[in-house]
């Protein structure tokens, strides 16, 4: 079966414990896959030996009747993630060589749980970008093409690699991580499924950290029981992490009934764009009525807040960053740069970062320490606080109202060439997080479900938000989205 490769993690889940295949089979496919598919870019360090060694022990727990649902699935982890022994280089320079000693919790959940690691993905330098176009290692490349076109297209960000990796079956799954939308923004770009859970849910511990309070893990993967299997191994409480929630863990994907009858499904009118696409608003028209025709109640909301959701996310995120950047100074983290005689320690610092950080995370860094600063912290970095407290309580009023989930368009557009938005302002490109950073300002779960086509063929996603802590609700209310948008579409294979 030379098409391994391309199975969900449930499918693959199901013939490896009915003795169909092996991991170690589903492990050789995948790497065949990635090997042949240098032109995504999406694998920046591969680890087949790794790989091969865990699919083998795997494989002996599955024939011991030992093994939990992601035993022998072999998935891709972001470069966020630390691996002990394997590169972890948040796709920056200033961490070119450092090989940590140590293993993420999210992962160390994901290996305990039997899951094999095929090697480590493209990603935007810290997660800071939409398009992984701020990468060390270059750009990822979405697998989709727009129309007959030849356009090398962006598979969005932070998780680019993640999400082209997922979508052109080089692995069952990958992780990825969501501070203003980079895991539903991305899945969106390439067609397929991706889970913010509620902030806490997952552990940020040995995540390399953009912004502490809105970095979440999540599953990118390519479907929505896939996703719910995912998580479940990927959430757990973690005493290392101060603000992982100790709260049980359900089964997710138990959970998925696709009976949706009698849910109140939120439609919030701030959402209605000046300028929306035509297609993503007729897109958001068509998911509501495939939620009625499933028995979810309608009802017309108001996040009176929103508009002030971007501004506010762009003043806290790049603060936080610029406090959790600081370590990155040439002496405590990080390659030094070298220096010339007679420099000093300011010079050090100078070079260093001029050398290891890139242009967006300079001028992040730049604008949070500017935020921050004497003078301008109460205008700026308090008020923000001030505008998400607000945010927070508009989506805790909705919810208080009865309110079972928000249906909102996962993204202001299909995927964008890669270089499109070279010269255009900076906020230009901020602009595609608009539909998504308010769910990390809130700190809820949210899901982008690929549902439809644009006019050249590329996919759309509409993105659903949760009560806090009831992933297993907004699972079963996008399952059923799924199930009534029956999206097969998959890139025709160029690379």
Not at 96 to 101: A, M
Not at 295 to 302: K, P, R, W
Not at 421 to 442: E, G, H, R, W
Request: with cysteine.
């Amino acid at each position: 079966m030379s098409d391994l490769n391309k199975l969900g993690l449930a499918e693959a889940r199901d013939k490896l414990r009915a003795g169909d295949v092996t991991s170690v089979e589903l492990t050789q496919a995948c790497l065949g896959a990635i090997e042949s598919a240098g032109a995504l870019n999406a694998f920046v360090h591969n680890t087949p030996e790794l790989a091969i060694e865990q699919a083998k022990a795997a494989d002996l727990r599955i024939q011991s009747g030992d093994a939990p649902d992601m035993c022998g699935l072999p998935l891709g982890i972001k470069d966020l993630f630390c691996t002990k022994g394997v590169p972890s280089q948040a796709a920056s320079g200033i961490l070119n060589g450092f090989v940590p000693e140590y293993e993420s919790t999210v992962t160390q959940n994901l290996f305990d749980a039997g899951s094999v690691m095929l090697g480590k993905l493209n990603m935007d330098e810290f997660a800071m970008g939409s398009s992984n176009e701020t990468s060390v290692y270059g750009n990822a490349i979405n697998p989709w093409r727009r129309g007959n076109e030849d356009t090398a297209l962006t598979p969005g960000g932070s998780s680019g690699g993640s999400a082209a990796a997922v979508s052109a079956d080089l692995c069952l799954a990958a992780t990825g991580t969501d501070t203003g939308g980079s895991i539903r923004q991305p899945a969106a770009f390439v067609g397929i499924t991706g889970i913010k859970p509620t902030y806490g849910r997952c552990s940020r511990w040995g995540v390399v950290a953009f912004a502490s309070s809105l970095d979440q893990a999540g599953p990118m993967t390519k479907n929505v029981r896939d996703a719910a299997i995912m998580l479940e191994t990927m959430c757990s409480h973690d005493p290392k992490d101060s603000t992982s929630v100790d709260l049980p863990v359900p089964n997710f994907e138990a959970m998925l009934t696709d009976d949706i009858r009698g849910k109140k499904i939120g439609i919030p009118k701030e959402y209605h764009m000046d300028g929306m696409p035509a297609e993503i608003d007729a897109l958001w028209a068509e998911g509501r009525e495939m939620l009625k025709a499933a028995g979810a109640e309608l009802v017309d909301i108001s996040l009176p807040h929103t508009k002030y959701a971007l501004p506010a996310y762009y003043v806290i995120a790049p603060a936080e960053a610029s406090s959790n950047l600081a370590r990155y100074d040439g002496v405590r983290y990080g390659q030094r740069a070298t220096l010339a005689q007679g420099d000093g320690i300011t010079e050090m610092y100078e070079k260093t970062r001029a050398q290891g950080f890139g242009h967006e995370v300079q001028r992040r860094v730049m604008i949070g320490t500017y935020v921050l600063s004497a003078g301008f912290y109460d205008a700026y970095y308090n008020r923000a606080r001030k505008v998400r407290a607000l945010i927070k309580k508009d989506f805790e009023d909705v919810f208080a109202a009865g309110i079972d989930a928000i249906l909102t368009p996962a993204t202001p557009s299909a995927a964008f060439g890669l270089g499109e938005m070279s010269d255009a302002d900076p906020v230009k490109m901020y602009l595609n997080d608009v539909f998504t950073v308010t769910v990390n300002l809130a700190g809820l779960p949210g899901i982008a479900v690929p549902t439809g086509v644009d006019s050249q063929g590329l996919p759309l996603s509409l993105q659903l938000i949760g009560r806090p802590w009831e992933e297993g609700d907004l699972l079963n209310t996008a399952y059923a989205l799924e199930q009534s948008a029956g999206f097969v579409a998959k890139p025709g294979k160029w690379w």
